[in-house]
């Protein structure tokens, strides 16, 4: 059976649900409902290297792979997390090809000749990596790229999350920036940005279980919700 490496290479569409925070249990659900990898988020959520464990422990048994975004790209972090099991990498705020050449040699470090078995995906999400993203995309041993809108937003215009034209057109020009070097990428994704997602030849969906409850809660709420009973 082909790995989330090996989809993710050959371009298929594969999602990544970020399970927001210490719930293991929400591993077995996602791996029974079709998530092709847990986002374990140790940048933005309140869990380290312990709860991480646990959760990694849960894909493992669940079979799920299991990627960790750490809270810091220090080499020594980076162990932490890929000595306790993580399928992979996620680097978050990665400014430079050095940033991102650091990256490959800790997990060069970690598996020496295995390590292509495991994942790394860098995030492009600072202005920096925007403006070197040739050269970073030209490093070996990336998988692929994860574009961060909303940390870009801020770097351009000052508020997180914002969708201004100057947003859109910055994640445009990555899109095909990335594309035209045979790359894959992709973004967060919610369901009625799919197209647009479709449109700049995203394939790596990221999505967060917390939006998974919101558009939950929202069809519950809707008028013509069936409820039965």
Known sequence: MPTFKHRLQAGERVAMVNVGGRNPDIIGVLAR?????????????????DSSAELLFA??????????RPHSAAPAELIRYLDRGADGLIIPHCKSPEDALAATEVMRFAFGAAAGSRTL???IETKEAVASLEQIASIPGIDAFLIGPND??????????????????A????????SSMG???GMPCRLDEAMAFSKR??????????????TGLQALGAPDASLGG
């Not at 092709?36 to 380290?48: L, T, V």
């Not at 994640?171 to 990335?178: E, G, K, N, P, W």
């Not at 030849?201 to 919101?214: A, D, F, P, R």
């Open 121 to 123: 995906i860098i995030q």
């Open 183 to 185: 790359k894959r990428y």
């Open 33 to 49: 409902h079709g998530a092709d990898a847990a986002f374990i988020d140790c940048e933005r959520s309140g869990i380290g290297i």
């Open 152 to 169: 870009l937003a801020w770097e351009l215009c000052g508020e997180r999350g914002a969708r201004s034209a100057e947003v859109t057109q």
């Open 59 to 68: 894909a493992r048994a669940c079979r799920l792979p299991a990627l960790v």
């Open 201 to 214: 030849g995203c394939t790596l969906i990221y999505y967060s279980v917390n939006w998974l409850i919101e």
């Open 171 to 178: 994640v445009d020009d990555i899109c095909a920036r990335l």
